[in-house]
Each structure stands twice: as structure tokens, then as C-alpha cells.
Nanobody, 127 residues
Framework: QVQLVESGGGLVQAGGSLRLSCAAS????????MGWFRQAPGKEREFVAA????????YYADSVKGRFTISRDNAKNTVYLQMNSLKPEDTEVYYC????????????????????WGQGTQVTVSS
């Protein structure tokens, strides 16, 4: 069982930056692939970025590639999402999720592959 708590969301102007954190409980965090997803009211949940349990493999949605960076610190049981050059269309609730399957290089953009989810953190980008 893994519990996930996101933090770091807030209000920022277009072009600005935020860093989201996702703190995980449990001793098996280092064996979980992790992902970030986002969702706006009335819209389907959207994949943002994923990282393998080793940290050696990452995968990004085209909409954030080159602007967002996912990373993890297994010693701190934490995964991060550095968001730069933010745009108003990035305004959504951001969720982290844990995927207990796969090899050290495994990542997944599919939300149904993830077993554990945080409560979400709101990111609002003003124009």
C-alpha cells in the first residue's frame, strides 16, 4: 500500500515556473514507476509525465515536452514535476500516481496502469 500527497501547486503568471512534489509513504516506493496526470473540470484525465522506478527512463506528453521535467529521489520517497514556461492551458488539478509493475525502465502514460493516486494539487496559470 502506498499513500501519496502532492504539494507545490498555486497561482503563477504565464511564463512562470512551479515545482510540484509528491511524497509517498511505504517502504516500496523505490520499486514503483510514478506518473503525473492532470484534469480540468468537465475534461478527461490527461497524462503529463512518467518516470521508471530506477529514474533511468522518462516519458512526456507532447504538450509538455521541453517545458516540464519529472524526477525522483528514492531516498526521500518523493517524485517531482518541474514546470517551466507555464501557459494558461496548463491550469488543471495535478495528480501523482504509483504503478507497482514493470522493469527498471518501465513507464506508462495509461492511467489505468496506476494503482495508487494522490488527492491532487491545483495549478492555476494566469494570462
Amino acid at each position: 500500500q502506498v499513500q501519496l500527497v502532492e504539494s507545490g501547486g498555486g497561482l503563477v503568471q504565464a511564463g512562470g515556473s512551479l515545482r510540484l512534489s509528491c511524497a509517498a509513504s511505504g517502504r516500496t516506493f523505490s520499486s514503483y514507476a510514478m506518473g503525473w496526470f492532470r484534469q480540468a473540470p468537465g475534461k478527461e484525465r490527461e497524462f503529463v509525465a512518467a518516470i521508471s522506478w530506477s529514474g533511468g527512463s522518462t516519458y512526456y506528453a507532447d504538450s509538455v515536452k521541453g517545458r516540464f521535467t519529472i524526477s525522483r529521489d528514492n531516498a526521500k520517497n518523493t517524485v517531482y514535476l518541474q514546470m517551466n514556461s507555464l501557459k494558461p492551458e496548463d491550469t488543471e488539478v495535478y495528480y501523482c500516481a504509483a504503478n507497482p509493475y514493470g522493469s527498471r525502465w518501465y513507464t506508462s502514460p495509461t492511467d489505468t496502469d496506476y494503482d495508487y493516486w494522490g488527492q491532487g494539487t491545483q495549478v492555476t496559470v494566469s494570462s
